[in-house]
């Protein structure tokens, strides 16, 4: 899902806002999906008016923040971090031991 929203947003926004918007795009879209999640939770269960809108802020408010913000920002970094060569395998540097 990620790598949609990613191709998408490259297509259609300027290459200086793409990350804004990708993870603007995450963070509404998540915050929906844990905003139905939580409506079908109230309309299921029998509990009060007031536990209800506290099921509705913390299932959208919790799922938008880490699946949505969270998420996109390890996506963003995995995307675009240089990715090393692994130290075991690297060669050490001249002058200096492997300790044992």
């Known amino acids: 899902m990620y790598k949609t929203v990613w191709n998408f947003m490259n297509h259609h926004v300027k290459s200086s806002h793409v990350s804004a918007m990708f993870l603007a ?11 139905l999640t939580g ?3 109230c309309l299921i269960s029998a509990i009060s008016l007031s536990t209800k809108t506290v099921v509705l802020f913390c ?3 919790y799922t938008g923040l880490i ?3 969270f998420g996109g920002i390890f996506y963003l970094y995995q995307k675009t971090s240089p990715h ?3 130290s ?11 300790a044992a």
């Open 39 to 41: 409506s079908v939770v």
């Open 25 to 35: 795009a995450l963070l509404a879209g998540w915050t929906l999906i844990g905003l």
């Open 84 to 86: 090393k060569e692994s």
């Open 88 to 98: 075991i395998n690297a060669p050490l540097p001249l002058g200096t031991q492997k």
């Open 59 to 61: 299932s959208a408010g």
């Open 67 to 69: 699946f949505g913000f």
